[in-house]
């Protein structure tokens, strides 16, 4: 990648805390003015690197640089990022102002920058009426705005994000989360935010690292990573899917042909490499016949069909329906130990259900069908 388009560049970084290894060994870019999320379990190493970056921690390994400058050497207040706590650490006795304008003042700006800047970020955060009032006379969601006012007030170069969500409750998530990716197109700046929830990284991420024990499984889209996943661990972890144990009978191309345990067959696409960061895939040229893995397949990709006397695709009985308003969630019973979940969104057309014991036909969406190795 150009290093003019690269805000942040990690090369080879690991982090290591006695024993214990947070970071094995990671190198990517994260593109200038570009919403970037690591997402991943928790203790899968996320916060630790967005400390490395922030300057908080030291790497043990390799180089971290900012537009091409390495960090290694800078303290956290020269380096030029801010950082956005989960608990948003504003000072309870200064009101939303005084609050913003604290870095600015610490870093030596005049009284009429301090003013003008002040009343240009709390225009940006719509929190006009409320500029003199303190943290305690604020909700959730507006606390929040102060926080991300006061950390873009000196216009760093990457805002850092940890979780800054995590302490609201589900509607005002959902509202802060549009508001969020709107701030980072508005502002221009890098956006680099660390989350363990994966709707929150499909709805605002321009690119998604999926983490997990330390490593990097994926980075890509949300939609590369949702419906182009490179392993198990990511497919899994992204969203709901089906897996199912299979062998790899035929190669072709860019698919394979595969025996399910089940002892059905069933063509399927191979987890490609569509991110020139993505680490830990599997390229079909590697797959050979014989290989074992898993299917993939996720549930609003299946379609429930009548069996026709000349199919060859999946049967099954169905199983229990579950209505969840907006979509029905059925199970289907390939075999005894193979159970697949299927949605399908509820429509006037679309209203009548097949019943319990039934067997039925499963319809595969083209694509859809992935092949996990191992």
């Not at 991300?148 to 609201?168: C, F, G, T, W």
């Not at 097949?354 to 039925?360: A, D, K, N, Q, T």
Request: with cysteine; net charge negative; hydrophobic share 40%.
């Amino acid at each position: 990648m150009d290093e003019i388009n690269t805000a942040i560049s990690i090369r080879d970084v690991k982090k290591r805390f006695g024993d214990f290894i947070a970071i094995s060994g990671m190198s990517f870019n994260i593109r200038d003015n570009e919403f970037f999320t690591l997402l991943g379990p928790s203790g899968c190493g996320k916060t630790t690197l967005l400390r490395m970056i922030a300057g908080f921690e030291n790497t043990s390994a390799g180089e971290i640089h900012l537009y091409g400058q390495p960090l290694e050497n800078l303290t956290p207040n020269e380096r030029p990022v801010n950082t956005v706590f989960q608990s948003y650490a504003l000072f309870p006795h200064m009101n939303v102002a005084k609050n913003i304008g604290f870095g600015l003042h610490m870093l030596g700006w005049s009284k009429a920058e301090i003013q003008e800047r002040v009343e240009q970020m709390i225009k940006t955060v719509e929190l006009h009426e409320f500029a003199h009032r303190k943290p305690a006379q604020l909700s959730g969601g507006q606390q929040q705005r102060v926080a991300l006012a006061r950390a873009m007030a000196p216009k760093p170069k990457v805002l850092l994000l940890d979780e800054p969500l995590s302490a609201l409750d589900l509607k005002l998530r959902q509202q802060m989360r549009a508001e969020l990716k709107a701030l980072q197109k508005t502002t221009g700046i890098t956006f680099i935010f660390v989350t363990h929830d994966q709707e929150e990284a499909l709805t605002m991420s321009d690119r998604i690292a999926v983490m997990s024990a330390g490593e990097v499984q994926q980075i890509g889209t949300p939609t590369e990573v949702y419906e182009q996943p490179a392993n198990r661990f990511v497919a899994e972890f992204i969203g709901k899917t089906n897996l199912i144990e299979a062998t790899v009978t035929e190669v072709q191309n860019d698919s394979v042909v595969c025996k399910l345990v089940t002892g059905q067959t069933i063509n399927a696409v191979t987890a490609q490499n569509h991110s020139e960061d993505s680490s830990g895939v599997s390229p079909s040229a590697n797959i050979i016949a014989g290989a074992q893995g898993h299917i993939s397949l996720r549930p609003e990709q299946l379609s429930i069909t009548e069996v026709s006397s000349s199919s060859s695709g999946l049967q099954g009985t169905l199983g229990e329906a579950m209505y969840l308003g907006t979509d029905t969630q059925f199970d289907v019973n390939l075999s005894d130990n193979v159970c697949l979940t299927v949605r399908r969104q509820n429509s006037v057309e679309n209203s009548n259900l097949p019943e319990f014991g039934e067997v039925v036909e499963l319809s595969v969406a083209q694509g859809a069908a992935r092949f996990l190795a191992g």
